[in-house]
């Protein structure tokens, strides 16, 4: 599904296309009249000298130009004096007390008739979403053609983006405050403060917000990304590869770097497509006409997917991917579609296949499949939204992208039951590649895996030890990816390394003999004895885990069953094992001598 949205420049006409919001004309720039120093300058080319007026002519428009000062009081063509820290460019000193406020709909403005922009502006004047210039005389203009400054384009995307006005305690910028004004007296500090606790201003709180800089098209370009929801995504892009997009315009290099990936992600995505004579033109100031086009191109309908990355793979987690679709309070929809197209531009998926009538819902879920029901596979998918108002007007959202992908994690332990001194491997695999794997122990140790060329194989080595609790305990296996977790909970055994098992050989033995006594122990056992007949013999190690002694069992020795206690010492701790001695009689007691002549 192609967009078919309407483009801006800064041609005298603005023409629909299909190839980005912001697609910069190379036709003459209409006259720019500018408040400078208390004179107006024109900044855009001069007339020939055959479009020039007669002298006369001339006359009478500065004749009227006066009266329309006398009505509208002073301070026409200078730079309005404001309480605020700054006050409005080209802004007019308003003398009635009850000035119209910036939450109510100015009458519609004279200056539009005949100006390409006129369509636009209509449009968000029907939405009471545009704000101009209202004189005492109860007179009302837009100004086109005047340079556009941070303080308007703020209030008009708080307008079109619906965002309660918001008054914190403290101002979050010094020079705007709950006095500051513009537009002829419209106090809008509330406006900008819902601005930046949404996140589409992108001055930082604290630091002075330059109300009345003009805003260029790279500062447009990062307030729409970030009205759009996209600045996370533009902020993935490396450097480099942003400075690449940039660099198929001449003048891309001049684009600051601060603006630099949010200007390629517009560029990658098609809302940006520079101007015709193959410049981006990034520091260009933009006009207020220019500032309600691209409002009007990109916010009237939008779409925002949640979250941009899900994973309908079965695991239940992400396995479908919300939509939520908005649009201005005052459009009378009379129908709506959209859908979702694959990277070829092939749609796979239409929202609103029945075409029912009447406005889309305020949410749709997609579980990653086409129209006929059959999963999709993973990739980078795109979606769109389009209503059409009563009067045959069709209104499409920006082009966003969408990420299917099936996230997988298995691990495992090798060996799962291990001794002190045991080398123990955590092995995982990941599809897609992931960002990092971890492993967690029960003690809070976290060790990460080390992944071969691909990011698909991960692989820990450790070695068992008195760092974990003795007996059987979780890992957990945590795989990280673009946009998604997956955990999985391996077990582990620690063997106690305070165990002992011992024998005695041989056994039964007789009274006299000598019999060897043999323990078997973990690898932290620090000492080992035995204790028979009334005797503790300290036994010598024969290996890490294993215990030698002998003793030769008293002629005295009671006969029948004897207890040997052995004694595994280590950490402070003892650990018994008793093994039963049967000892016989000595096999001289049952000697007979027959004497014989």
Not at 153 to 178: I, M, N, R, T
Not at 306 to 322: A, L, M, N, Q
Not at 493 to 506: G, K, M, Q, S, Y
Not at 564 to 591: M, Q, Y
């Amino acid at each position: 599904m192609k967009s078919t949205l309407a483009v801006f420049g800064n041609q005298a006409h603005a023409r629909s296309s299909n190839k980005g919001l912001l697609k910069y004309e190379t036709k003459t720039r209409p006259r720019i009249w500018s408040a400078r120093k208390g004179f107006f300058r024109q900044r855009a080319r001069m007339p020939s000298a055959r479009a020039r007026l007669p002298s006369v002519f001339v006359l009478a428009l500065l004749v009227f130009f006066q009266t329309l000062v006398a009505q509208a009081g002073p301070g026409l063509g200078a730079r309005a004096q404001s309480s605020a820290p700054y006050a409005a460019a080209g802004a007019v000193t308003s003398l009635a007390a009850s000035a119209p406020g910036a939450a109510t709909n100015d009458p519609w403005y004279r200056d539009l008739a005949g100006h390409w922009a006129r369509p636009y502006v209509r449009v968000l004047w029907e939405e009471e979403v545009a704000d101009g210039y209202v004189y005492p005389s109860g007179r009302s203009y837009f100004w086109p053609n005047r340079l556009c400054d941070r303080a308007q384009f703020l209030l008009l995307l708080a307008k079109a983006f619906q965002l309660e006005p918001f008054e914190p305690p403290v101002p979050s910028y010094p020079d705007v405050g709950p006095s500051f004004t513009i537009l002829n007296g419209k106090k809008i500090w509330a406006y900008v403060e819902a601005c930046v606790r949404a996140g589409i201003s992108f001055v930082p709180p604290g630091r002075n917000l330059f109300p009345n800089a003009e805003v260029t098209r790279e500062d447009a370009v990062e307030f729409l990304v970030r009205c759009l929801d996209l600045w996370p995504m533009a902020q993935l892009i490396p450097e480099d590869e942003a400075r690449r997009i940039l660099s198929r315009f001449t003048d891309g290099h001049t684009t600051s770097r601060e603006r630099l990936k949010s200007m390629a992600l517009s560029v990658r995505l098609g809302i940006v497509q520079g101007c015709g004579d193959g410049t981006l033109q990034p520091r260009r100031p933009m006009m207020r006409c220019e500032m309600a086009t691209i409002v009007y191109k990109s916010c009237l309908v939008r779409a925002q997917a949640h979250p941009p990355w899900f994973s309908p793979d079965g695991d239940g987690v992400d396995e479908t991917v919300e939509f939520e679709f908005t649009w201005l309070k005052n459009r009378n929809i009379v129908s709506w579609n959209g859908g979702i197209t694959d990277a070829t531009g092939q749609t796979v998926f239409t929202f609103n296949p029945g075409q029912a009538p009447g406005p889309p819902p305020r949410r749709s879920a997609w579980g990653g499949t086409d129209s006929s029901g059959r999963p999709l596979p993973a990739g980078q998918y795109f979606y769109q939204l389009w209503v059409k108002d009563r009067l045959g007007n069709q209104f499409f959202s920006v082009r966003k992208p969408l990420y299917l992908v099936k996230h997988f994690l298995t691990a495992r332990l090798h060996p799962e039951i291990a001794a002190d001194g045991d080398t123990v491997f955590v092995l995982a695999e990941t599809r897609p590649a992931a960002l990092a794997v971890t492993a967690t122990f029960i003690c809070g140790r976290t060790v990460p895996l080390e992944s071969a060329p691909g990011a698909q194989s991960w692989t820990a080595t450790l070695e068992m030890g008195p760092w974990l609790p003795v007996g059987k305990q979780p890992v957990e296996v945590r795989a990280v990816f673009p946009g998604a977790v997956r955990e999985e909970t391996l077990y582990l055994t620690r063997l106690d390394p305070l165990t002992i098992t011992a024998e005695v050989r041989p056994n039964p033995a007789s009274r006299g003999q000598t019999v060897l006594l043999l323990a078997y122990t973990g690898t932290g056992v620090e000492a080992v004895t035995a204790t028979l007949f009334g005797e503790t013999i300290a036994m010598r190690p024969d290996g890490p885990t294993r215990w030698l002694g002998e003793s030769k069992v008293p002629i005295t020795a009671p006969v029948g069953p004897n207890d040997v206690l052995f004694s595994a010492f280590a950490d402070g701790r003892r650990k018994d094992c008793i093994v039963i001695l049967t000892v016989e009689e000595s096999p001289l007691v049952n000697l007979t001598f027959i004497l014989s002549e």
